[in-house]
């Protein structure tokens, strides 16, 4: 079976094309919102940002322009004024991996009270779940997962365990370099490790990001205390 990535598919869902209404923007960025994006995700690291999901009223306000069905087609694809950072990608990358629930990520797992020895736990806090249907998140989990075996991650299929990822190359505008996206969760039939890479106008993610990733998956699961 051949299988690829056709943007025109997303915008056909996302922005409609003749009869078929499509899902429009507040319902894109209602869902978006919904996975982590457009929000910090509370991690306990300074200076975290937020992103930005663009909107018709923004649009309008700042740009002096109306919002076009372009538009919808451009953030249907991840491309135009959406902002998202590598830790978002890493989160709602996780949530797929796991079914569907988004979790607050966080660095420390113990505090200690250095006057009365007191020690608490940081525990894992559930930020949003049953967004979509087990179903939908399954369809997702199986386009990843061809996206190596079929697609243009085809780099990780020598692995040792099975992986699940996406490329990305996002235009930055201008005669820059797109920024080169990979992100990607493995084993795929039990996810114990999430990677998000993005290099800054490195062009092709399939070329620049996905070779870090395979490394670091190549170190994590070669080490010798598994």
Known sequence: VYKRQVNTFFYFIGG????FEGLGVEKITSYLKKFGLNNKTGIDLPGEREGFLPSPEWKEEVKKERWYVGDTYHLAIGQGDILVTPLQVANFTAMIANGGTLYKPYLV??????????SWEIGEK??????VSKEHIRTVQQGLRDAVLYGSARALSSLSVGVAGKTGTAQVGG???????FTCYAPYNNPEIVITVLIE?????STAALPVARDVLEWYFN????
Not at 223 to 226: C, K, Q, T, V
């Open 16 to 19: 409609g094309y003749k009869d």
């Open 109 to 118: 797992k113990k505090m200690i009270d250095l006057e009365t020895g007191e």
């Open 126 to 131: 559930i930020v949003n779940s049953g967004v």
């Open 175 to 181: 005669d820059a370099d797109p920024h080169a996206w």
């Open 201 to 205: 106008n490195g062009g092709e993610g």
């Open 223 to 226: 080490r010798e205390d598994l």
